[in-house]
């Protein structure tokens, strides 16, 4: 087969020595010490080549409206309130034009594919919709977008939801997604999304238990309509800081059930850091889910970047390298096998998460990011900039790494 480009010299995790990649038709052909062709060639000059990353829970509806938005107690409540007051008048252009810098800053730091949420209520109606279908349009050369259709502030209180919901999975929505705990009834919410996921043939994903009272979790609900309706594998669960106020033995049973229901559990670190604990007079708590401890029982897991400069969140770049890294930092990460797994975390667990195949092997889509690191950890560890990417073949942007101007 043709070759289009040959990266050359670049270090890849299962690999000793650097290695060469030979890429054409949107494809890996080959992995070898020195490839010769006559192609165009890309010096990785040893730095580590790793498969793109996968952000898979993010919100472009109503990410960077923070300068529109008026924080006074910087609580969920409130920014739950402020984004309900401020999405009622979102325009399509609006959404649009906000999302696709989110979509630039996210492929510039090495995402390649995105699950994004998109708010479908009586507020929004289905405009933000509209406009994230836009931008997944106008974005597709360079990263796959996913788009779950979510009910951020309720179903059994909201009816009408529902039919916004099933009319965007009926245009184009990949899956839906639920809230539980603004819902006053969780269990008929996760009940309904249930229905739809099913109707629809559709993955699901809730954000759940997002606090830190280790009572009246809403797994048990999800965990048990994942079983009866054989959804095993399709379903992902947000935040789930619940964890992080329990036991090791508690957390360790609900890690038994996770597994075995095929539930994959997403930790959210700066808005978790952020919105958590904020009522501690000291000591204040991480409240980030034990991913560490999830996953050593099977159980499937991964960060990212959930919403930027927004209530929710008022930091962010949508670099998931610096979600790794934070979360390393709050997780006490020490081990090399635990750095290392904080880099799964953001690419070859929600790839799986996200039911997609990935990782660097002949014949894989040639979806590359070049990392200014020599090894997955170190990438973490330092929260490297990300160089240059490739999305099918097709360099997607290159960022020079820094000169040092001597005297
Ligand atoms: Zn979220």
Same mark, same amino acid.
């Given at each position: 087969m043709l070759v289009d480009l040959v990266i050359t010299g670049a270090t890849l995790a299962e690999h000793a020595v650097p290695m060469d990649i030979a890429v054409g038709n949107g494809l890996i052909l080959d992995i070898a010490p020195a490839i010769a062709s006559n192609a165009p060639r890309f010096a990785a000059d040893g730095r580590l080549l790793a498969a793109g990353f996968v952000e898979c829970h993010i919100h472009l509806d109503k990410a960077d409206i923070l300068d529109r938005c008026i924080l006074a107690q910087g609580t969920l409540a409130e920014a739950v309130a402020e984004t309900a007051r401020l999405k009622a008048v979102f325009t399509e252009q609006d959404v649009y034009a906000r999302a696709s810098r989110i979509v630039e800053q996210a492929i510039s730091h090495g995402t390649t594919v995105m699950r994004t949420f998109v708010e479908i209520d009586p507020r929004a109606g289905l405009r933000s919709f509209e406009a994230i279908k836009a931008v997944r349009r106008d974005y597709a050369g360079a990263i796959d977008i996913e788009i779950c259709a979510f009910a951020q502030e309720g179903l059994t209180n909201e009816p009408e939801t529902e039919g916004l919901l099933a009319m965007a999975l009926a245009d184009g929505a990949d899956l839906v997604g639920g809230c539980s705990y603004t819902d006053p009834d969780p269990a008929g919410h996760i009940a309904r999304i249930f229905d739809l996921a099913e109707r629809f043939n559709v993955a699901a994903d809730f954000h759940v @238990? +997002? @606090?830190?009272? /280790?009572? =009246?979790? @809403?797994l048990p609900a999800i965990i048990a309509e994942t079983e009866k309706r054989g959804w095993q594998g399709r379903v992902a669960c947000g935040h789930v800081t619940k964890l992080a106020a329990m036991g090791r033995e508690a957390v360790a049973a609900v890690a038994v059930q996770l597994h075995r229901a095929g539930i994959g559990v997403v930790a959210l670190p700066s808005t978790d850091l952020f919105l958590l604990g904020r009522d501690a007079e000291m000591l204040a708590p991480r409240g980030v889910a034990p991913l560490q401890q999830l996953a050593s029982a099977g159980v499937l897991t991964a960060i990212a !970047? $959930? $919403? *930027? *400069? $927004? /209530? +929710?969140? /008022? +930091? =962010? @770049?949508? !670099?998931l390298l610096r979600q790794a890294n934070l979360f390393a930092n709050i997780a006490h990460l020490s081990r090399k096998a635990d750095v290392d797994l904080a880099f799964a975390a953001i690419g070859a667990n929600p790839a799986r998460l996200l039911g997609r195949s990935h990782g660097i092997a002949v014949g894989a889509s040639a979806d590359l990011v070049l990392i200014d690191a020599v090894s997955p950890a170190d990438a973490v560890r330092r929260a490297a900039p990300v160089l240059a990417g490739w999305k099918a073949g097709r360099q997607t942007f290159f960022r020079p790494a820094a000169t040092l101007l001597r005297p």
């Open positions: @238990d +997002f @606090d830190l009272d /280790p009572a =009246g979790s @809403d !970047s $959930n $919403n *930027i *400069i $927004n /209530p +929710f969140t /008022p +930091f =962010g @770049d949508a !670099s």
